[in-house]
């Protein structure tokens, strides 16, 4: 088994299950407005070095060479978009997520409802994720589940097109992954997570990722066993949270866009990067939560572990 297959990361929707997908209309402000401004960080940028070669990725990935980039000077969330922003979004737009249009979103297997594990879909090969019906942002275990008590964590089965729309309600956009890895390196260089080269220094768990044996002992031993508090754990040194770990987070860029086209095939044209990993990453089969690891996903594609956080121009 390849231990970093992109099905541990976040599946893909068929095709053939997206015919019924429409466009969602959205009441955007009439004026230029900076949404949750107070919790942008501003990132002066620089030069820096990109990528690793270290041999910890999947060579699909494209993870090195090592070469020299320019990060411009930009603003960053430093948190993941919340339950509670993403609510407010949806009361004054009335957008209208992908997961709700297809009717169903991905859902890990251990936080299934009883009365939900015998009328779900499993993917084949991957039996972890399931097609659950009903599941969406408000509701991310199917119906019956809530977000009342989660209002503080990150915002999941949300889309590439449903995190465009909600950074262009908010005056903002997706990071692209020049400005996102330089973020989370937080003024490192070179180093394997936002915090140094060593996972757990002096013992103490510093990112929401899988303990145990994947995919059937999590032990939680750093406190969740799903997503946690956009502002969990110590921020890097950007003052930005949960840059490893907890869930996925879209880019702007097309995955195609940072590869060398001599390494592996090339992805489709819709396939969007995603970074960060997510709080189901193990390095025994995804150790996509470092600073350069990098995955992707189909644009339209939505699971319990894919959020987004929200960059802006200077």
Known sequence: MD??????????????????ARETEVS??????????EKMVFINGGEFLMGTESGEGHPADCEGPIRKRQAAPFYMDSTAVTNEEFKQFIKETGYQTEAEEFGWSFVF??????????????VANTPWWCAVESAYWFQPEGPGSEIDSRMDHPVVHVSW??????????????PDEIEWEYAASGGLEQKRYPWGDELNPNNEHLCNIWQGRFPTSNTAEDGFKGT????????????????????????????????DP???????????????????CHDSYCNRYRVAARSSNTSDSSAGNIGFRCAADV
């Open 262 to 280: 001599a390494v592996g095939q090339m992805k489709a044209e819709e396939d969007k990067a995603m970074r960060g990993g997510s709080y189901l």
């Open 228 to 259: 946690a508090p956009v502002s969990s754990f110590l921020p890097n040194g950007f003052g930005l949270y949960n840059m490893a770990g907890n869930v996925w987070e879209w880019c702007s860029n097309a995955f195609t866009e940072l590869r």
């Open 28 to 37: 955007l402000p009439t004026r230029k407005e900076i949404r949750f401004k």
């Open 109 to 122: 297997y251990q936080f299934l409802a009883s009365d939900l594990k015998a009328v779900v879909r499993q």
């Open 161 to 174: 097109k449903d995190a465009n729309a909600f950074c262009e309600w908010a005056g903002k956009r997706l």
């Open 3 to 20: 231990h970093l297959a992109k099905p541990c990361c976040s599946p893909s929707k068929p095709r053939q299950l997206k015919e019924t």
